[in-house]
């Protein structure tokens, strides 16, 4: 059976949107839109990103974590992703204000996507070396020679790793394809996934190496990173409990 609720007064509303309204367990998302109020799911298919802090152009409006678009009239995709859909609420304009049905009028649609990086889970024996994951920073190459000291340090370091056994694992994130991060998390923690926002949108993207070195196969990681002016020497080393949520991003040596 549907129930109506009072939103507000359509004035107050025409002030506040978009905006958020919840109501028992629906999130609802309220926009103007051609001189009318129309009011869809504030949560992403995608990862739940709050649709009303997003940007409005036209009839669709952008999630703001990683750019999935819903129409806030019909709560489907643009042309090409209109499988997709986010529920559509009614709306109703009465004298004492503006209401909302619910259950929405139109279902949430979800597409299954096939994700385009897979991770290996890299299992350990029992007994087997300690595994030591190198990640060297610098910017320095060969169109670039001058010497690093971060590299040789890192180098000294994972040679000592060898003599005692361990299994060493060397990256070159001067040598890997990748874009740098989009601030997602300083966004909102949520809003950093993995595949990140990036990597989905690129199956060339090599941000898979570093991140299965650090989830999956490393116990110890070493970074060494240019020491830069004004800081001290950023080489440092810790025993891998890593966060799923880790980015990193060459520098140029000082």
């Given amino acids: 059976m549907a129930d109506w609720y009072r939103l507000g007064t359509k004035a107050e509303l025409l002030t506040r949107a978009p905006c958020a309204i919840k109501i028992e367990r629906h999130r609802i998302a309220v926009f103007l839109y051609n001189g009318r109020l129309t009011a869809i799911s504030d949560i992403c298919n995608h990862k739940g990103g709050p649709l009303s802090e997003g ?5 669709f409006v952008t999630c703001p974590w990683h750019a999935w ?11 090409g992703y209109d499988e997709e859909q986010v529920p559509v609420y009614a709306l109703e304009e009465r004298a004492d204000g503006v209401y909302v049905q619910i259950p929405p009028i139109a279902p949430r649609k979800l597409v299954k996507h096939k994700p385009s990086h897979l991770l290996e889970e890299h299992p350990k024996a029992a007994g087997a070396p300690c595994r030591v994951l190198g990640i060297s920073t610098t910017g320095m190459d060969d169109t670039n020679p001058r010497f690093s000291t971060s590299d040789a340090l890192l ?16 990256l070159k994130l001067r040598a890997l394809r990748f874009r740098t991060c989009e601030g997602n998390y300083s966004k909102a923690s949520h809003a950093c996934t993995w595949p990140c926002a990036i990597t989905e949108r690129d199956p060339d993207d090599q941000l898979t190496a570093v991140y299965e070195g650090l989830v999956h196969w490393a116990d110890v990681v070493l970074i060494s990173t240019p020491i830069r002016w004004g800081s ?14 880790t980015t990193f991003r060459p520098s140029p040596e000082a």
Avoid: F, W
């Fill in 232 to 245: 001290p020497s950023s080489l440092y080393y810790k025993m891998a409990e890593p966060a799923a949520r």
């Fill in 155 to 170: 180098d000294h370091a994972m040679a000592r790793a060898g003599e005692l056994e361990a299994d060493t694992q060397l």
């Fill in 69 to 79: 678009e819903y129409s806030v009239v019909t709560g489907k995709g643009p042309e």
């Fill in 55 to 59: 940007r409005l152009n036209g009839e």
